[in-house]
């Protein structure tokens, strides 16, 4: 669990390494899932009463198998639905299960698919059940700070789903409007995510992003520590990036469903206040198209990356569908060359 926003999208490895010393992969299939790694604190509000809400928290974490991550683990304290959950990816179903145990302590199974933009990932719910047909329906925020789970349903003779509960998260550690997604957090050893817990071993602390990878390090420390020490020779300036710019639209409010938080009061009536005119002020026509260059070659750079995600995944259709909007709308940006030569190599086959 992009919904939950698809990005996101990369391979997690070490930068340049000795071929004796490599790192573990995350599976294509999960990298979408990267940025949710970690604590979240939230709210749920259901449809029925909003007012009558409650607090949540859900933690998320690697699941190891013979040293590589196979898929993720989530505890939800507070929450209505699920009490704890696992994700895992079906290669020939090209499907999501999460396994997860509702509050009585019964199982529970829901397959899930993203939606074709990358944004949304819901999960519907298998199996009878009296309240009706369920889904659970991720939707993460473009900075990968936030994301909301809603819990929708169509009760028996109903025509649609219809949203029961809408929990807005926030990731540990983040401010709520501030940037970076985690880019001023040192990164795991074990994936290269952001790390927001930490091991020990012969007197060295190693970075860690959740209770799987450390659990994973503290089955082999020796294996691990060796890894990292290898790495960081490798690489001096890994993990040291420069946090992102606070102030700015970072997509903190991409997807969230209730805005009433940020919305303005509204003035008494014959009492509205006349807002001051702006100062005109002249931007030089150079800057003006250095700003536009800048700003395509972000969305391009976000655009390819939802396509190289989906071409890990095995999904070729979208991926060109990504690849194709880079290479129409973006064409003079560099992402364009790379997505026009990812084009020719997968119409090819």
């Known amino acids: 669990m992009r919904g939950l926003t698809a990005g996101l999208f990369f391979i997690l ?66 929450d209505k639905t699920l009490t704890k959950g696992a ?16 509050p009585s302590g019964k199982a529970i199974v829901f397959l899930g698919s993203w939606s074709t933009d990358g944004k949304t990932l819901t999960f519907d719910r298998l199996g009878a059940n009296p309240e009706g047909k369920e889904r659970l329906v991720f939707r993460p925020t473009s900075n990968k700070i936030r994301y909301t789970l809603n819990l929708d349903r169509q009760e028996p003779g109903a025509p649609q789903y219809k949203s029961v509960i809408t929990i807005g998260l926030t990731k540990d550690g983040e401010a709520f409007a501030a940037g970076g997604g985690g880019a001023d957090l040192p990164k795991c050893i074990m994936t290269g995510g952001a790390a927001g817990l930490s091991v020990s071993y012969m007197g060295k602390s190693y970075p860690v992003c959740c209770t799987g990878c450390r659990d994973e390090f503290n089955e082999n420390p020796e294996k691990y520590a060796k890894l990292a020490d290898l790495a960081a020779k490798a690489n001096p300036t890994a993990g040291k990036e420069k946090p992102a710019a606070k102030g700015k639209d970072d ?12 919305s303005k009061k509204a003035a008494m009536p014959g009492k509205e206040k006349v807002a001051p005119k702006p100062r005109e002020t002249t931007v030089p026509a150079e800057s003006k198209s250095s700003k536009t260059r800048d700003d395509s070659a972000t969305k391009a750079a976000r655009e390819l990356q939802l396509g190289q995600n989906f071409e890990k995944s095995g999904k070729t259709k979208l991926a060109l569908d990504h690849y194709r909007t880079v290479v129409k709308d973006f064409a003079d940006t560099e992402a364009a060359k790379t997505a026009a030569a990812r084009i020719k190599a997968l119409e090819a086959k």
Do not use: C, R
Request: hydrophobic content about 35%; glycine content about 12%; cysteine-free.
């Open 13 to 78: 490895a070490f930068g340049s390494m000795a071929n004796s010393a490599t790192v573990d992969e995350v599976p294509p299939a999960l990298l979408p899932f990267e940025h949710m790694i970690g604590g979240w604190k939230g709210t749920a509000k259901p449809a029925s009463n909003p007012l009558k809400g409650w607090q949540e928290s859900h933690g998320w974490a690697w699941k190891f198998e013979k040293g590589k991550p196979i898929g993720l683990t989530v505890s939800l304290e507070g």
């Open 87 to 102: 994700i895992s990816f079906d290669e020939s179903s090209k499907k999501y299960k999460l396994d997860g145990t509702d």
């Open 251 to 262: 997509g903190s409010f991409d997807s969230l469903l209730d805005d009433s938080s940020t």
